[in-house]
């Protein structure tokens, strides 16, 4: 079990040597989580498949007229777009994307590290606690990658020009940014709840995360660049591996 090294040394030490202790044990839980994954979604493709288009087809004629109104002319110069709703969501939808989520995971930490630093009693393990969403949302990333070139399904059709054309070959199973957003932002509350926060900032930590997931996933529909069935894939896989972080990292992390 890790014992807690002196943080005279600093943030980058305190922050590697914590990754380090549970290195092992995150490797072999991602494994096993992506092979289950797999398994899970090539047994349940046959009897889900059916559902999951329709949904689609549903979802996202209902999308449409959300952004286009009544007005669904097939000549761009007659439709009326929803302008405002339309850069609103792809503001969001960048907001969501991984730099923003990279640099969230290491000043999230940095700033709960300086704050015990700075408290005159250092708690590394109240410290550590802030390093879990980072954890989580990293793992969450290789499941994005790897999964994707499993399933390799292929995108919705975009015209060129469109708001995310460039991702055309991208394959589109599971979104991406619905995954990796629920991972992070699901695990800021647990976070708080564990290093003493009030129920009133926790609570309103869970309301914000979901929040900003749903918004996440939502634009994601709304801009076209994935199906919904991606969507709910990606929050479905999110769920999955934020539970196997929540049983296995606080534990390997000392954190009590």
């Not at 079990?1 to 943030?11: E, K, L, P, Q, S």
């Not at 047994?43 to 999308?63: C, G, N, Q, W, Y």
């Not at 990293?138 to 994707?148: A, D, Q, R």
């Not at 999955?240 to 929540?246: D, E, F, G």
Request: glycine share 6%.
């Amino acid at each position: 079990m890790f014992t807690f090294v002196d943080t005279d040394r600093g943030f980058p030490p305190f922050l590697f040597l914590n990754i380090a202790s549970i290195l092992g044990i995150f490797v072999v839980s991602w494994l096993a989580t992506c092979v289950a994954l797999v398994i899970l979604f090539f047994f349940s493709k046959p009897r889900l498949k059916e559902r999951a288009l329709h949904i689609d087809r549903t979802v996202r004629a209902r999308a449409h007229r959300v952004r286009f109104g009544s007005h669904e002319h097939e000549d761009e110069i007659l439709r009326r777009e929803r302008v405002i709703l339309t850069w609103f969501f792809r503001f969001w939808t960048n907001f969501a994307s991984a730099p923003s989520l990279i640099t969230a995971s290491l000043v999230v930490p940095l700033v709960a590290y300086r704050h015990e630093m700075g408290s005159g009693v250092f708690d590394s393990h109240r410290a550590a606690v802030w390093l879990l969403p980072g954890l989580c949302y990293s793992g969450s990333m290789l499941l994005s990658f790897v999964l994707k070139r499993v399933f390799r399904r292929q995108r919705p059709p975009l015209q060129k020009g469109d708001f995310g054309y460039k991702l055309i070959k991208d394959p589109s199973f599971p979104s991406g940014h619905s995954l990796t957003s629920f991972c992070f932002w699901a695990f800021v509350p647990v976070a708080a709840q564990m290093s003493g926060a009030s129920q009133n900032v926790v609570i309103t930590l869970g309301f914000v995360a979901c929040a900003i997931v749903l918004l996440t996933g939502l634009s994601r529909i709304y801009l076209r660049v994935h199906f919904p069935s991606d969507v709910m894939g990606g929050f479905l896989i999110g769920t999955v591996w934020t539970c196997v972080c929540l049983m296995l990292l606080p534990n390997a992390l000392q954190i009590r």
